[in-house]
Structures are given as C-alpha cells and as structure tokens.
C-alpha cells in the first residue's frame, strides 16, 4: 500500500482528494483509480470502450442520413451511457476521503461533464446544441496515458514542452504582434472590397497566410497585396523554425533524463509533485530516489510520510 | 556461403522462408534473391525495369485521351507483364525450400497482388477497377533498397524512426484527441448551414486546417469560428515542432552507430534480426559482433548455428 | 544608481539618449523608463493596458456594424487615447539629457507614430486611411519584453537568430533565385489564359506554392505545368528543413549561455552594448565580466567609468 | 600569382579552363574571373546591376499594361543588355588558355543563354516565348556567392546539403512511392466524377495534399475519401520531421568545421577541389592546408605544382 503510494508519488500527481478511506471503499479506489489490479484494469478498460462508442454515437448523430433512420437507437445508447458514466461518477465519489476536493478537480470536472449534458438536455430541450459538449468525454482516455507503458514517453515530452514553454510564450507574443501589424497593413492595402472587410478579418487572414494554412477564401489582389504577401508567406516559413529548434534542443537536452533534471516550477507545471524539502535544513531540491539530504546528510522523510493523509 | 548467410543475417532480415535448397535450385535462388552475383544484379535491373514500365502503362491508360487511341496496345502490354511477373513469381516459389513461408510474407503477397488483378479483370469484368491495385507492383522496389550501396542511409534512417515510434504514437494520440474536441467545438459554433454538416466532416476540416494544408472547401464565416479557426492554426503551426523534435533528436543520437546501438524490440521492428540468446544463462542483449556473452562469459553460438535451417 | 547603470548596460542597449539630468527628472525618468520601482511598474502597466485598449478601439471602429452604431463613442475614446499618449510623450522628452537622440531612437519613433495619425487626420481628413497606422502602438509593447522576467527567453531566442542571420541571408537569397527562375519558367508553361498574367504574378505564385501556403486562387491546369508544379512542391517543403536546420543548431549551441558567447558585431545586432576597448592596448573583445585585459593584462574600465555621461 | 591560385584552388572549383595565358590576357582574366581586384570588383558589380536590370525589364515586359506602352523602349533596352553581355561573354573567351573548356561548364553555358534567345527571337520571331530564358540570368550571380565574404556560410551550407544528399534521396524516393500508390488509391475511391480525372491528376492532388500546399482545386468528397485523405495529411505532416531531423543533425555535426572533414567524393560535389594523393605513398585524404603527408610524412605537392596548367 505504501509502496503504490511512493509509485504514484513519484510518476503522477498526487491526488488532491486525498487518497481512499480504510475499509471497502480502498478496495473500490484501487479498482477506480488505479490500475495496478487486475480488477483496475479491467474497469479502466470497460470505461474507455464505453467513452469511444458514446463518442461514435455522438459522431454517428450528427450525420443527418443516419440521424434520420437510427434516431431512437442512438437516443437509447445515449442515456445507457449516460447511466453508466453517472454510476461511475458515483463510485468515485463514494471512495474518496474528500470527493469535494475531486470534484472540483479537473478530472472531476470532466467527469461531471460527461453526464450533466444529457440530462440537462431532458429538462431543457432549447439546449440541444449543448449535447456535443459530451465529446470532451475523450479528454478522459488522457487519464490512462499516465497509467500505462507509454508513461515515460509521455513524461519526456511533457518536459520538453514545459522546459520550452516560456521561450514559446515569448515566441507567440512576438508572432501575435507581427500579425496583427501586418494584417492592418493589408486592410489598409487591399480594402474591404477585395475581402478585407476589417481589422479582425485581416488578421485572421493573416494568421492563415503566415501559418502557411491559405484557405483561399480571402486573397490579396492589388500588385502592392501580394507583395507583401510574398514577403510574410517567406516569413512565416522562417519563422516556423523557430518553434521547432525550441522544441528540439528541449528535447535533445532532455532525452533519457527523467524528471529530477526540471527545476522545482517546472515538475510542478506538468504534474509532477514536488519532493519534499529536507526537514533538517530545509534544502528543496532532492532526486525523487534521494534517501539523504545532498546538502546536509539527514535522512529524508519519504514522501508518504512527510505529506500524511489526516493533515490535509 | 556461410559468409553471405552471415552477412545476410546482421545486415538484413533473415528471409522467414529458410533459404535455398541445394543444386540446381540454389543458383535460381541466387539469382532470383541475392543481388550478390552479376546474374542477381541483371535480375533485379529487368525486374525493376518491367515494374516501372506496366506502372506508367496504367498510368496512361487511365488517361481518358490516351485510353481512347491507345487501349487495345495498354491491354497487350499489361497481359505481356503480367506473363513476366507470373513466371518471376514461379521461379521464386520453385527455388525455395519453405515455399509457403514466402508466400504468406509481406514481399510475397506484394508479389501475387502484382499478377493476381488481371487474371481476376478476365474472369469477372465487373471488378474493373480492382485492376489499380497493380500500382502496388511499386512496393516491390522497396525490396530493392535493401540490397543496394543505400542500406547503410536506408537503416539509419529506419533506425531513427523505429527508436522514436513510441514517442510518436503518444504526440499522434494527443493530436487526435485536439482534432476531435476542436472540430466537434467548431460544428457546434459553424454549424451545417456553413458547411460543417456533421461531427466528421468538422474532425476533417479540423485536421485540413491544424496540418496547414487549408484546402478552403470548408471555411468558418461566424467571428466566434475563425477567432477558434486562428487559435487552432497557431495551436497546429507550434505543435509542427514535436514531431520534428522527436525525429531530429532520435537522428542526431543515432548517426553514425549500427544497429547494435538499439535494444532488441527496436531492431525487431525494422527487420533487423535479433541475435540468439546465450545458450549458458539465455541472457538476450548482445552486440552482433559478440562472440562471448558479457553476463556468464560463456561462448556465443554464431547466428547460422543458433538458427539451423532444417530445424524450421 | 551606479549599480542600476552597470546591470542596465550589460543586459539592454545603453539609452543613446545619455540617462537622466539630476534632481526631480531623474524621478520621472526612473518612472517612465526604467520598471525597478513600483511606481515605474505602474506605470507601464497603466501604458500597456492604455495600449491595448485603444487598439481594440481601431479594430471595432473598422468593423462596419460597429462603427455604424458606435462612430462616435470610438471617436471620443480615439482622443482620449491620444491625449494620455501625447503627455507621456511629452514627460519622456522632458526627463531626457538629450531629447533628441530620443526623438531620434526606433522607439521615439514609435512612441510619436502613436499619436501623429490621429493630429493629421483631424487637419487633412482626406488621409484618414493613415490612421490605421496606429497600430503600430503594438509595437511599443516590445519595450517591455527587455524589462521582465522573459528576459532571458528574448536573449537566447535573439542570440540564436543574430548567430545565424547570415546562413538565413544566404538560403534566402537562394530561395528567392528558385522561386524566380521557376516562376519564370510556369508563366511560359502555362501562360496568361491559366491565371498566369504576367512573370511577378508567376513568381507571387511560386511563392505561395513553395512555402506551402497553397491559396489556390492561381492553378496550374496543364499536365506539364502540374509536373513542374509537383517538383516545386516536393522542392519547397524539404527546403525548409534548412533554415530550421540552421535555427535549431545555433539555439541548441547557445542555450544556456549568455552573450558572451556572442562575437562583437552579433552582439550589436541584437542591442547589447559592446563591452568597451582595453584603454590600454586596445584589444576590443572581452568577456563583459572580465576585469582585466586577455592580451596585456591592464585593468579593464567598467562600463560606467568608460562612458562617462558629460562626454557625451 | 601562385598565391591568388592556392587561394582559389582551396575555396573554390578550380576552373576547369586551365586559367588564363600570360600577358594582357592574364590581366583580362584577373577582372573577368577574379575579385582580388578592384577592377574586379568593379567588373563584378557592373554585371551584377545588369542583369538585375535586365530581368526587371524581362519582369515588366510581360506586364500587358507596361508592355503596351513601354514596349518599344524595353525592346531598345535589351538590345543594349544583349550587347553587354556578349561583350563580357567575348571577353572571358578570349582571355582564357582553353576557351572551349569554359565554354562548355555550367558558367560557360548560362553566361550563352543569356545572349542567345535575344538573337534567335530575331531570326525566328515564332519562337518568341523562348525569350523568358533570359531569366535564366540570374543564376549567374550564384557566381558571386563564391566571391564575397558570405563564402563560409554558403560552403557550411552546401556541406551540410551534400552530407545529407543520401539519405535525402533516400527519403524522397520513399515518398514518392507513397505518393504514388495514395493518389492511385484516391482514383479508385473518388474517380473521375470527383475530380480525380486519371492517375496522373490525383498523384498530383496526393503531392498537393502531403506537402500540405492543399490549393483545393481538387478535393475529396466521399466520407472514405475524406477519412484517406486526413490519414495523409497526418503522414506528410508527421514525414515532414525526417527531412528537417537529417538537415539539421548534419548541419550541428559540421557547424565550426572546414570542408576538410568530408570526404572526397561530398567535397567532390559541392565544387571543392579535393587534393592531389601523395606523391610518395599515394595516401588522398589530406587537409587542404597540409604541407607534410600525414601517413608517411614526405613533402606534399602544392596543387598548382600537383596538376601543371600545359598538360591539361
């Protein structure tokens, strides 16, 4: 039981709600939330195909030639579905030692959001359109990349993302500027009557040119547009480079480090829970495996016990 | 012989069939598999050329212009190749000792799809258009990479991304999972009166526009849809990198090594044969070129003695 | 005050315009141009906030439902913007040693385009299109990039794009040397009865075709154009593995290092102050920290003592 | 002399024309081929601003609207350039040991099409559309790049391309296989009704859609001709990395280092003279700037001593 917790310490964040109670409600965590029993896996996997087949009923209603022949059926699927999802939302909640803290988590959210668009569909019908919300079923199956094999790929490309996410950060804002400069450029060459009906128009034309999307929908006309158009499509095209060596070098510097090689802030901005800092002298950076303090000597606590469960 | 089933086995994956019978039929095999000897390379070349040659016939004679003058020509052309084909196919069958091995293989199915259409065009006209399946002949030149002065770019290449495979499938997953909420989010906002007639049709625009191929048959009109359409442009421009990071990087560690440098689920999947485990303490991980096991030092059986022929 | 100078030295461009005169200039100085204190980080929030708010202006009042109902709403808020620009213009220059150079500086300019446009079309009406340009406002919130905490992400982004603007100015010139010859080369192929009117049309055209913009207002409709077409395509996009080739090798060689690392003229182009010459020998490269000259060994002059106010 | 020679024979191909004879012709020679000078400089840039000119007056002729009133005087203009050039070209004849050499490298065969289509378009004027090959002009200043201080970032450049250019064939060849065997299947799925008139077009469309241009000119409009089609656009999205990954980890491996660490036959390719063997013990690889063999230690031909001009 300690051991899964120090796993799961050290592989995801801890769960904010605190972990199971004693007693039968542990054994229906272990089957809800982890997936180190036979009995977890097995739910985790009923729950995927479950969010898949919604998602392809969702998908399948939205066709309005099968809408028109299958419309019960797939009205039938739906609440079955639902059903299922609201006992499951039900069971993690009965599990938990604090299920407000789940609830408002963003898993809980998402759980909660699973379900609440059909009923609310049922009470009110003018809504309807808000039905497709249930797509966001799919940010569930996220979850499971934590879970399975796959959870060190998923870790070394977190990194690279969060290790890089401020020089992206610095990257869009300077791209956000250009576009927005250039694209009044066009609204003041080109005019409303060659499509640039306005400001937003022609950055949002802008960005599809620079992203080298070109829809075609709204075309420069005059020799002076495509000019400059000429000259922010070659732009874009350098540009592109710059998120990619970002990404790169991040990457590089990264592989086959795990996650003791990120700085406090950033384990934090994927998910990884801080270690403990050292009771003796306080020191915060510690290698999850660390036993002993690096500046000290003293004994580390482990994480199980240096975050008990009542204190929260 | 020895040597070139040495060679064969470390360069190239070991062929499933179990090699050539001895006599007359050792020389077919030579001829018909090998590119070792100035027949097998004179082989290849004619092969290669025919495969070439009936690809541009179908070509041409989908051309409605060329088809209407030139038919009756194409059909004489297409029967002379696959008469070609069909005796290649025989030869290749009758030199090997494990026939059936080869025909269930990749390069033997790929090798019955190149005759087997146009005996099925005689006997059921009606499966016309099944006839196109014969551009699939052009796989067969893949074959041909293995054999050539390019094996050496050709396995570092493969090596680099078969070493990033795992990497790739988690980027391509979470891409999916944007592309299905986004474009589910967009029918929701355009909806079937812009063009986003249905939940599939929404993920295909979704993927046109977040891959910057933009055809523009389906374009958001509303301000909500292309403020979203702008946010997943740059989302798709910015995640263009990861891909390219994961590669470059799998690249860069890779140049320059063999394939011993990979483990051995790795090599597996780029046809590069496993060596055969220690036959004192069965321990698996060995460099090619090892002749004695590192964990018992006991002495390693060479590939053509762990794998003896007759035993398959 | 010294201190305040030196970091300022060694991080942005040294001011051209001298600092600030003693006594209560100095203050507003400190305020509008530096963010150490809290009143100079009000300031610039006031001014950025300011900023954004009368861009949206311009963008809502180029929108024609809106500016039908709200044209005069817009108008009061446009002056109104104006005013609180024109005064911080005014404190900017009156704080300053040496206006001038300020008036002078990339952004004085700006700072001036900022409320020029909205003068002028009040006096020429006919001009009224020029008042878009006061979209450049935008531009001033690069300022401030130099002054938080992204500073270091801005330095290593602009160090790698200053090391390699001379390889991109190479590959550049040979793009735009393709995409001319080939634009050429379509506008025989395919002619003006195609779309393609004259040979800059040809070359716009290549250029949306080689950066893989693709809007598809111009088409090529001949077989052998299409074939050239294809060329391009494939031609374009693995040219562009080499300007992310060349971005990612410099960032990759500079993370993690300061512009020490940088040589002189590389320095310049991205503004860091040049350290100054060895007043004994002259040697003109060093290490910003270094305290003694690499060739003869004489005590450097801190930047401060080596550029004296007064002088200049 | 010798100097100017070593000096070229280690940056650049050594003219295949054997350089120039002595006297006068040597001096000629010095201005037209070299830019040691400043008359060559000066010759240089002349020609420079000619053919720039004289593409502008290609570019604009083509313009109906400027042809229609400017014609007389573009057509008075290139004769004047036509004459220029068949000077210079008469010049670098006649001052060369062995004209016919010149003559027939790539220099000496674009710096013909320059003058050429002019005087054919006078005898035969049918043939008039030939006259766009003047256009061709431009890859003339590709000769400056040899000249001018951007010669090691075109050199790094031409290394980093020519060390990839296997794997890249490679790859392409790998693509193209794609392509083809894509496009033939969206024939079958979509057919001519489509749009997808032959195997031809839609391997065209494939090309268009996997380099992610997407002009939609052609598009899929059945639900398993849009599922295909976004599974291409993954790929060529996800293929796009192997390029850009074999670009820059060539581009990182030979950043900072001399063309000396190709080998002979990259050197070959990208225009690098290699150095002659030792003359004692016959060993080819040296370093250009190597005065002693580095195997056996015995004095080094100098190139020009190496490869005698009279015995060419």
Do not use: N
């Amino acid at each position: 039981m300690a051991d899964a917790q120090t796993f799961e310490t050290e592989t995801r964040a801890r769960p904010l709600w605190g972990g199971p109670p004693p007693g039968w409600r542990a054994r229906i965590y272990l089957i809800a939330f982890e997936a180190e029993t036979p009995a977890g896996r097995l739910f985790d996997k009923v729950v995927i195909a479950a969010i898949l087949l919604s998602v392809c009923v969702v998908f399948a209603d939205s066709i309005p030639r099968l809408h028109a022949r299958w419309a019960r059926q797939f009205l039938f699927a739906e609440w079955g579905f639902t059903a299922l999802f609201t006992a499951e939302y039900a069971l993690r909640i009965v599990c938990l030692r604090q299920p407000w803290r789940y609830a408002k988590s963003f898993y809980g959210i998402i759980d909660l959001l699973a379900v609440v668009p059909t009923y609310l569909a049922l009470l009110f019908p003018a809504i309807h359109v808000l039905i497709d919300v249930r797509v966001l079923r799919l940010l569930r199956i996220f979850r499971v990349f934590k879970l399975t094999a796959y959870i060190a790929e998923y870790q070394q490309l977190a990194i690279a993302l969060a290790a890089s996410r401020r020089k992206i950060a610095v990257f869009l804002a300077s791209v956000v500027l250009i576009v927005v400069v250039l694209g009044s450029l066009m609204y003041v060459i080109e005019g409303p009557t060659h499509g640039f009906t306005s400001i937003p128009v022609s950055i949002y034309w802008a960005i599809t040119t620079m992203t080298t999307v070109g829809y075609g929908d709204i075309i420069p006309q005059t020799p002076v547009g495509r000019f400059v158009t000429s000259l922010m499509m070659l732009l874009g095209w350098g540009t592109l480079a710059v998120p990619t060596g970002i990404v790169t070098s991040e990457i590089a510097l990264h592989r086959g480090r795990g996650p003791e090689s990120l700085d406090r802030a950033t384990r934090g901005a994927i998910g990884l829970s801080p270690a403990p800092p050292c009771t003796a002298c306080g020191e915060a950076e510690h290698l999850p495996r660390a036993r002993h303090c690096h500046a000290c000597g003293a004994h580390l606590p482990r994480p199980a016990e240096a975050e008990p469960e009542p204190s929260r």
